[in-house]
């Protein structure tokens, strides 16, 4: 049987019209203090929980907001580990 003929195909080369170029700035990595007040609002939500545990019903200001301690310390953590996705 006959061999069919190889066909040579160019590589695709994408028009240079149609690109716009896009100038990155480059981020630079975080302030000390970022880190410093990230980590402690992390540290103070963990605390708060703590101490809510161990002497809520003493502490005035605390027993009165009952089950929202729980919302106020999971709130403090997690909004100090969405500060970890900026932080470079």
């Known amino acids: 049987m006959p061999k069919s003929k190889v066909r040579k195909k160019s590589a695709y080369v ?29 540290l103070l939500g963990l605390a708060w929980l703590v101490v809510n545990y161990i002497a809520g019903q003493k502490i005035g200001f605390m027993n009165d907001l009952g089950n929202w301690n729980f919302a106020i310390g999971f709130a403090l953590m997690i909004g100090g580990l969405l500060m970890t996705m900026r932080w470079r």
């Open 14 to 42: 994408a028009p240079a019209d149609r690109r716009t170029p896009v100038k990155v700035r480059s981020a630079g990595p975080s302030h000390p203090i970022y880190v410093g007040v990230m980590l402690a609002v992390m």
